[in-house]
Structures are given as structure tokens and as C-alpha cells.
């Protein structure tokens, strides 16, 4: 039995003893390789890590270590991860490999050999890479104009992502801002639309969301067509409005409020309504009212049916045509100062 007894096990608290020794964060007693830099290691989350290390002697004794601890000493294995294993392809290769790379791994390691007259180590430092991800953005949103509005992208990666968000316009035009947040001063309705989050490094593609920003506003009166008809014809009145929310019409003759009835239709779609009047008589001549109303507010404008041979004014305003051979013979008139 004695003579089965292996000589790693034997000498086993001594090497422990020594590689401790040599932890980081312990103060290496003496380390021929450790001024010699660390080399860098770049791994994606979930891919597999190599660990090289070759060895001059296959009598060495060898382990490897990270901060935390030992996590082989020869072919003994410490560690209780099953995701590591030796990694030895030929009788000199002392490799570590760890399978399904993780955050957590990240760090340093070291192979130490211990040959008969010196300690050697040769330390890699894993770096794990991960895609970047937005893991929270705003929902989208609905304020009234002149609201200062702050929209949030927050995003997950190694190395960290950086952040841009751009407006996307109608037009495609873009606007940018770097950073987690995104601030919108008094709001205006030309800022309204989808905002683009984009989250970017360099070991992927970037991850994109978007926020749908709603800016509410009282109606303005875009548009209102006055209208000449003859009796017996059909004629319109058109309005137009603009507003957020899609603005609510009303239609009033002097001050009463007309319905669809009686020869007179009201057609109202999203930000333009329309007057009807399927057979023009006498009576419906003059001043019509268009009314835009939202949440936000209410404004009017005025249109006038006129009668044919009737001029319109510069205020839609009705003036009545002047004959041209009155105006000639006034001006005929004055000159001879009759
Ligand atoms: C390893 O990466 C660190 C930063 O992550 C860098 O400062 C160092 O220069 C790198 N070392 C090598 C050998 O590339
Ligand atoms: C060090 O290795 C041990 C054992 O494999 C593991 O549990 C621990 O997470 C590792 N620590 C670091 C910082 O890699
Ligand atoms: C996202 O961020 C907001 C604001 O910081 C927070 O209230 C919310 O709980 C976060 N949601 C998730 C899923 O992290
Ligand atoms: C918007 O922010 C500015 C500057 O922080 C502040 O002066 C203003 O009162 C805010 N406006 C509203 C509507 O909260
Ligand atoms: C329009 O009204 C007049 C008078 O009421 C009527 O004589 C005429 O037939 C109507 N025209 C149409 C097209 O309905
Ligand atoms: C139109 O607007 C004016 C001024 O705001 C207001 O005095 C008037 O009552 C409005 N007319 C109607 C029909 O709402
Ligand atoms: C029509 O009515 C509105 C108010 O009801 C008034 O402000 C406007 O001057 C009138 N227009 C005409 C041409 O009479």
C-alpha cells in the first residue's frame, strides 16, 4: 500500500503552500514571470475559453488557479464547476478550458509550474464579451405641448454599450443625443413621433426600440374655403384643422348650430370637415361658422356662401360689385369735375 501512495498527494501541502504564496492577492514570493505582462484573453458570453499553458517538463508539478482559488493542482480537480476542464493534447500542454463562458469568469488566471529549481507562472486575464442588449426603455408617451418630456434606454453589455437616440422624423431627418436619457425641453408638436434607442458595442450588432412620443395641442384653423354657388346647385363649405388629439367640428349659421338635415350635410373626417348644401336657394347665402374644438382647446373660423356676382373681400367679406361703366363714368365724373 505505502508504495501506491502518489507523490502528488505526498508533497501536495507543499505545493498548496507555494501557490497560495502566489495568489494575487497574496504577495508572490518569488515570480520570474510575473513582471512579464498579462496577456488578454477575449471570450463571448456562452462561448468557450482556452487557457493556454505548456510546461518544459512533464515532471513539473503544475496548477491552476484564479482569484478565488485552486481550481486544478496537477490533474486533481478542485473546482466543482463542471464547465472546466484540462485541456491537454499532447504530454507537455497544461491548458485550461472552460466551456459556456460566463460574466462571473471573468478575471485572471494562472498556470503555475513548479520545476526543480524555480517557481515559473504565466497569468491570462479573461475578458468576457457580451452583446448589448436594452433591457428598459420608456413606454411611450402623451403630453400636452411645452411639457418637458424625459425619455430612458437602459441597456446591458460588455464593454458597456453606448447609448444614442435619434428622432425619427416624417421627413427621415434625425436628431442625436448620447445618453442614457434623453431630455426634451418645452416640448413642440414638430417633435412628436417615434424615437430611436440604439445600444451599441463592438462585439455585436446594435440592439434597437423604439418610444412613440404624442404631443397634444389646441386646434388651428389651416384652412377655410369660401364658397359661390348658384340656386339650384349643390355647394361646399370645406374647413380644415389641425390638432392633437383629431379635432371635434361644429358648424353654425350666424349663431345657431346646424345639423345634418334639410338639404344641409355635415361630413367630418380626421382634421377636415365639409358643408353640404345639396340645393342652394335664396336663404342660404352668408356667414357660416367652422368651430375646431380638442381637449386643448377651441378656435373658429368665419366662411361666406355667396351669391354669384358678388366679390369677395380680402376678409371674405362681401362687397357688392361695382359696374365697370360706374366706375368709368365717376372717374369721368371727376376729372371733369362735374
Ligand atoms: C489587457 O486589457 C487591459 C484592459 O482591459 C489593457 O489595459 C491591457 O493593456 C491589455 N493587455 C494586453 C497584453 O493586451
Ligand atoms: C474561481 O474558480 C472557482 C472554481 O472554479 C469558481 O467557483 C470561481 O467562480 C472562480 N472565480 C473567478 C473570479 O473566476
Ligand atoms: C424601467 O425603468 C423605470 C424607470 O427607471 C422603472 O420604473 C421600471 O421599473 C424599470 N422596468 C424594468 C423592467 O426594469
Ligand atoms: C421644464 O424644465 C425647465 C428647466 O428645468 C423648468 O424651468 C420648467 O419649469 C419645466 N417646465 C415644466 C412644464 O415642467
Ligand atoms: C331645388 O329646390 C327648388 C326649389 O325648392 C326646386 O324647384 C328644385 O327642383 C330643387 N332642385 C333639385 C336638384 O332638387
Ligand atoms: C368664434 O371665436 C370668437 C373669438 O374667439 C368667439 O367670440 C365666437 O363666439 C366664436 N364663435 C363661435 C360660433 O363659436
Ligand atoms: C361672420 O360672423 C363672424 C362671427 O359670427 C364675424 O366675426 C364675421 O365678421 C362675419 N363675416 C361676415 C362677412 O359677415
Known amino acids: 500500500m505505502v508504495g501506491r501512495v502518489q507523490p502528488d498527494r505526498k508533497q501536495l501541502p507543499l505545493v498548496l503552500l507555494r501557490l497560495l504564496c502566489l495568489l494575487p492577492t497574496g504577495l508572490p514570493v518569488r515570480s520570474v514571470d510575473f513582471n512579464r505582462g498579462t496577456d488578454n484573453i477575449t471570450v463571448r458570453q456562452g462561448d468557450t475559453a482556452i487557457l493556454r499553458c505548456v510546461v518544459e517538463d512533464k515532471n513539473s508539478k503544475v496548477a491552476w488557479l484564479n482569484r478565488s482559488g485552486i481550481i486544478f493542482a496537477g490533474h486533481d480537480k478542485w473546482s466543482l464547476d463542471p464547465r472546466v476542464e484540462l485541456e491537454k493534447r499532447h504530454s507537455l500542454e497544461y491548458s485550461l478550458r472552460i466551456q459556456k463562458v460566463d460574466v462571473y469568469d471573468e478575471g485572471s488566471y494562472t498556470c503555475s509550474v513548479q ?74 408638436r414638430e417633435q412628436s413621433g417615434k424615437y430611436e434607442c440604439k445600444a451599441a458595442n463592438e462585439v455585436s450588432s446594435a440592439d434597437v426600440k423604439q418610444v412613440k412620443v404624442t404631443v397634444n395641442y389646441p386646434p388651428t384653423i389651416t384652412e377655410s374655403k369660401s364658397n359661390e354657388a348658384t340656386t339650384g346647385r349643390q355647394a361646399s363649405l370645406k374647413c380644415e384643422a389641425s390638432a392633437v388629439p383629431a379635432p371635434d367640428f361644429e358648424w353654425y349659421r350666424d349663431d345657431t348650430r346646424i345639423n345634418s338635415a334639410n338639404g344641409l350635410e355635415i361630413k367630418s373626417t380626421e382634421g377636415q370637415s365639409s358643408l353640404t348644401v345639396t340645393n342652394v336657394t335664396e336663404e342660404h347665402y352668408g356667414n357660416y361658422t367652422c368651430v375646431a374644438a380638442n381637449k386643448l382647446g377651441v378656435t373658429n373660423a368665419s366662411l361666406v356662401l355667396f351669391r354669384p356676382g358678388s366679390v369677395r373681400g380680402i376678409n371674405g367679406s362681401i362687397s357688392l360689385a361695382v359696374p365697370l361703366w360706374l366706375l368709368a363714368a365717376s372717374l369721368l365724373c371727376l376729372l371733369s369735375k362735374c
Open 115 to 188: 520545476t526543480q529549481h524555480e517557481p515559473k507562472t504565466s497569468q491570462v486575464y479573461l475578458i468576457v464579451q457580451v452583446p448589448p442588449k436594452i433591457s428598459n426603455i420608456s413606454s411611450d408617451v402623451t403630453v400636452n405641448e411645452g411639457s418637458n418630456v424625459t425619455l430612458v434606454c437602459m441597456a446591458n453589455g460588455r464593454p458597456e454599450p453606448v447609448i444614442t437616440w435619434r428622432h425619427l422624423t416624417p421627413t427621415g431627418r434625425e436628431f442625436e443625443g448620447e445618453e442614457e436619457y434623453l431630455e426634451i425641453l418645452g416640448i413642440t
